[in-house]
């Protein structure tokens, strides 16, 4: 897949570490290639992130990506499909005098037909392409076609738009394919911020994705995750295809 500009840290001991990178290439027709920096560093060193975070953003602002995403894209291809099985923690250094930090699709579809750069299951309706949030995102996907909810990301405290750092919310997971995090379904994408610390997502996708025949008459949005092109809603994406976001960190307001 595509991992171009991709991180990961591994963690090592004072003793002497072998590490092992396994590249299973396959038979396959398809000219695969891959360029890697390895850079090491020594204990306590405030480049290396906390424990347990397998990538580690330090910058203000950026962008953040699940593996296998073509970040060099500038739409969202029905083909974009996260791995599956990954269960990891993505940290960010928090930078002094910031005090929030807020996530968005980096690719915002604003029209229908049109996929966003957020995917993560089914919606919450099965009218309509709505958000997905809390104990909907149940972490578990059932075949045949009967639940959508396996794959999600969970960020602590999680509130619509910049919000207020004196409020506590139960949202923390979200999945479906319209990125906003109110607690009220709705049709519309939105910011969601957080003023928990450390700024962290935790990413949970399971085994397994959640596919239905094109719908036609009847619609099962609570149980695909692969709608087609032409049946997307503005903010919409594919509910199989991962995430890419933006983020940036907002200035302590007192």
């Known amino acids: 897949g595509y991992n171009t500009g991709q991180h990961i840290f591994v963690p090592a001991s004072d003793s002497c570490n072998t590490i092992n990178i396994d590249i299973d ?17 020594e204990c306590n060193n405030q480049m290396a992130p906390e424990q347990d975070c397998l990538q580690y953003f330090t910058a203000q602002t950026g962008t953040v990506a699940t593996f296998n995403w073509d970040t060099t894209a500038t739409t969202v291809a029905d083909s974009q499909v996260h791995l599956s099985n990954q269960y990891y923690d993505i940290c960010f250094r928090r930078v002094r005098s910031q005090c929030s930090i807020c996530f968005s699709p980096q690719v915002a579809a604003t029209a229908a037909t049109i996929a966003s750069s957020y995917g993560l299951g089914s919606s919450s309706d099965d009218a309509a392409a709505k958000n997905s949030v809390g104990s909907k995102c149940t972490g578990v996907t059932t075949q045949p076609a009967s639940t959508g909810y396996g794959d999600y990301i969970e960020i602590a405290n999680l509130q619509p738009s910049i919000g207020s750092s004196g409020t506590v919310t139960a949202t923390a997971r979200l999945c479906g394919a319209i990125f906003n995090a109110i607690a009220t379904a709705t049709i ?10 450390p700024f ?3 990413v949970h996708f399971d085994e397994g994705e959640s596919l239905v025949d094109t719908k036609a008459a009847s619609d099962a949005l609570t149980k695909g995750e692969n709608n087609i092109a032409s049946q997307l809603a503005s903010g919409d994406g594919y509910g199989y295809s991962g995430f890419w976001l933006a983020y940036w960190m907002n200035a302590c307001t007192s």
């Not at 290439?25 to 560093?41: E, N, P, S």
């Not at 519309?188 to 610390?197: H, K, L, N, Q, S």
């Open 200 to 202: 962290k997502i935790g």
């Open 188 to 197: 519309a994408p939105a910011t969601a911020c957080t003023f928990a610390t």
């Open 25 to 41: 290439t396959g038979t396959t027709t398809t000219t695969r290639k891959w360029q890697l920096k390895i850079t090491q560093y």
